[in-house]
């Protein structure tokens, strides 16, 4: 009987995973249309480095929880990338998604941007209200060239 209990338990795991990977990889798909470019979109916003663009396009727990003196110097730290040019590498994170099935939907996505001082690190997550994909959280990094 352990055996048995032991089988369906696996073969339970299994089917879960297996339904996990396939509603992952139907959001991918569903957000590469409008995710990815919201994402160059916001980024190229946001590279002027103004506290006001920012703004815009930060969601209202975001906002909550930074103060203006991390913001301020935030930006000071992102400054010295320059402008944004494109994106080179975005990667969809399958594990957010999934964790987003018991709570609010948040999109995140890591990858690579050039920007006027080279290539960055990027790492942003969105959540979706009124249509509109707002920043919930991002950072960025500046690349080490070897």
């Given at each position: 009987m352990q055996t048995q209990?032991?089988?369906a338990i696996v073969a339970l795991l299994l089917t879960l995973v297996v339904m996990l990977y396939f509603y992952t990889n139907?959001?991918?798909d569903y957000y590469s249309k409008s995710a990815e470019p919201a994402i160059a979109q916001i980024l190229s916003d946001i590279s002027s480095w103004e506290k006001q663009k920012l703004m815009i396009h930060l969601a209202p727990e975001a906002k909550q929880t930074i103060t203006d003196e991390?913001?301020?110097e935030l930006l000071k730290q992102y400054r010295s990338f320059g402008r944004f040019q494109s994106i080179q590498e975005l990667n969809f994170s399958r594990t957010v998604s999934a964790f987003s099935l018991m709570g609010e939907k948040?999109?995140?996505y890591s990858g690579l941007a050039k920007f006027d001082a080279g290539s960055v690190s990027l790492n942003?997550?969105?959540i979706e209200r009124g249509g509109f994909l707002l920043?919930?959280?991002f950072a960025l990094a500046?690349?080490?060239q070897e």
């Open positions: 209990t032991l089988r139907r959001e991918k991390q913001l301020d948040r999109i995140n942003i997550t969105l920043v919930y959280n500046k690349v080490k």
